[in-house]
């Protein structure tokens, strides 16, 4: 019989075929602490995401040490201003007027700058009307708006390194932006990301994040709005507050626990020290958040991100708003959240043809890891 777990996660060199007698030699040893029972020691385990349903796979075989992620080579050193970046001070002209600016009360240069993509991927014209083409092919004009919020003038200040205020500031730009586009009629979804490096997908180094809002809301985030509503009517409770209160008890996974958040590396993280940030508010969309909840946010996502800044070498990562959608704000059921994602390994062929991750470090070790990071 094939071992079919073996094959998939054990020596290269492995054969379709290969007999389970061979497949077993190839597998490495795996810490009791986290064997389960009834579970040989090494073997790779499924976990469920219990907001998506989807599978994951912690492969413990190929799992590496959490300091192993760290970058290898050094990034190359950024000056503070750049004459041709289009996002420095003095290029204004470079891009579209501010859709909103925080300027500095003492000398006026500003400090926060929200614009228009100069290359958007939706843009605000055009209709929302789907067309059909031979009852299968549907399309509709791309609808929508696609702003950058350019986090600081200075050119090689990260997030990471800004001080509380200077990320409350741009935290608070993201949500004044969500809530005046929510008013906007064709917007059903708002997503809020940042790209920080090649690996990312950011093509500029200038420190921004990006906001894009859509006539539709995408399947994506439809699905975890429906395992939600799922939740909510077989249990009469909060699927996210149940998480994170689960998480708590477990205490393995937790990075932090403040008044207002919790910071997790989740059960069934898709990629190595995946973290999200718990709100303890009842709140399905970001732009609810109070000024002081925004304000504590700032000091925990610095932390979060200054503590994998050294701990793994400036990783490249992706950061994204998860909120409900536009109109359905109001829902018990669902929470919104922020999830910062290194980009440390890539998905191939697997992860493409079966749409499953394959995670190779243990979130029960990376959480510990980080945890005890100075920051």
């Given at each position: 019989?094939?071992?079919?777990?073996?094959?998939?996660?054990?020596?290269?060199?492995?054969?379709?075929?290969?007999?389970?007698?061979?497949?077993?030699?190839?597998?490495?040893?795996?810490?009791?602490?986290?064997?389960?029972?009834?579970?040989?020691?090494?073997?790779?385990?499924?976990?469920?995401?219990?907001?998506?349903?989807?599978?994951?796979?912690?492969?413990?075989?190929?799992?590496?040490?959490?300091?192993?992620?760290?970058?290898?080579?050094?990034?190359?050193?950024?000056?503070?201003f750049v004459s041709s970046c289009p996002f420095c001070p003095g290029n204004e002209a470079l891009t579209p007027p501010p859709e909103h600016c925080l300027a500095d009360p003492n000398t006026g240069s500003w400090r926060v700058r929200v614009v228009a993509n100069k290359y958007p991927a939706v843009t605000p014209?055009?209709?929302?009307?789907?067309?059909?083409?031979?009852?299968?092919?549907?399309?509709?004009?791309?609808?929508?708006?696609?702003?950058?919020?350019?986090?600081?003038?200075?050119?090689?200040?990260?997030?990471?390194?800004?001080?509380?205020?200077?990320?409350?500031?741009?935290?608070?730009?993201?949500?004044?932006?969500?809530?005046?586009?929510?008013?906007?009629?064709?917007?059903?979804?708002?997503?809020?990301?940042?790209?920080?490096?090649?690996?990312?997908?950011?093509?500029?180094?200038?420190?921004?994040?990006?906001?894009?809002?859509?006539?539709?809301?995408?399947?994506?985030?439809?699905?975890?709005?429906?395992?939600?509503?799922?939740?909510?009517?077989?249990?009469?409770?909060?699927?996210?507050?149940?998480?994170?209160?689960?998480?708590?008890?477990?205490?393995?996974?937790?990075?932090?626990?403040?008044?207002?958040?919790?910071?997790?590396?989740?059960?069934?993280?898709?990629?190595?020290?995946?973290?999200?940030?718990?709100?303890?508010?009842?709140?399905?969309?970001?732009?609810?958040?109070?000024?002081?909840?925004?304000?504590?946010?700032?000091?925990?996502?610095?932390?979060?991100?200054?503590?994998?800044?050294?701990?793994?070498?400036?990783?490249?990562?992706?950061?994204?708003?998860?909120?409900?959608?536009?109109?359905?704000?109001?829902?018990?059921?669902?929470?919104?959240?922020?999830?910062?994602?290194?980009?440390?390994?890539?998905?191939?062929?697997?992860?493409?043809?079966?749409?499953?991750?394959?995670?190779?470090?243990?979130?029960?070790?990376?959480?510990?890891?980080?945890?005890?990071?100075?920051?």
């Amino acid at each position: 019989m094939v071992a079919i777990v073996d094959i998939l996660w054990g020596d290269r060199r492995a054969i379709l075929g290969a007999p389970q007698s061979m497949a077993r030699r190839t597998r490495g040893r795996r810490s009791a602490r986290y064997a389960r029972p009834g579970r040989e020691a090494g073997m790779s385990e499924m976990r469920q995401d219990p907001t998506t349903r989807e599978w994951v796979i912690i492969a413990t075989q190929r799992r590496k040490r959490p300091s192993d992620f760290a970058r290898r080579s050094p990034r190359t050193e950024k000056p503070a201003f750049v004459s041709s970046c289009p996002f420095c001070p003095g290029n204004e002209a470079l891009t579209p007027p501010p859709e909103h600016c925080l300027a500095d009360p003492n000398t006026g240069s500003w400090r926060v700058r929200v614009v228009a993509n100069k290359y958007p991927a939706v843009t605000p014209e055009g209709s929302t009307s789907r067309r059909a083409d031979r009852g299968l092919f549907f399309s509709m004009d791309g609808i929508g708006f696609h702003e950058v919020i350019v986090e600081t003038p200075v050119h090689n200040e990260s997030l990471a390194l800004m001080n509380d205020a200077q990320v409350a500031e741009v935290l608070s730009a993201w949500r004044q932006r969500c809530e005046e586009l929510s008013r906007e009629p064709a917007v059903r979804s708002i997503v809020i990301f940042k790209n920080h490096g090649p690996a990312a997908g950011t093509s500029l180094d200038h420190p921004h994040s990006q906001l894009v809002a859509t006539s539709i809301v995408p399947r994506h985030i439809r699905r975890r709005y429906e395992v939600a509503v799922g939740y909510y009517d077989d249990n009469g409770r909060c699927l996210y507050a149940d998480l994170a209160e689960r998480e708590l008890e477990a205490g393995t996974r937790i990075v932090m626990d403040t008044r207002r958040y919790t910071v997790f590396h989740p059960f069934a993280s898709h990629r190595p020290f995946e973290t999200w940030i718990m709100p303890k508010t009842s709140q399905a969309s970001f732009d609810q958040a109070t000024i002081e909840e925004v304000e504590e946010l700032a000091r925990v996502l610095r932390t979060v991100l200054l503590k994998l800044h050294r701990g793994l070498d400036d990783p490249d990562f992706n950061l994204v708003i998860d909120s409900a959608p536009v109109g359905e704000d109001r829902a018990d059921f669902y929470r919104w959240h922020v999830r910062v994602v290194p980009r440390i390994t890539e998905a191939a062929g697997f992860e493409i043809g079966s749409g499953m991750f394959i995670n190779t470090a243990l979130p029960e070790e990376t959480a510990p890891f980080i945890r005890a990071l100075p920051a």
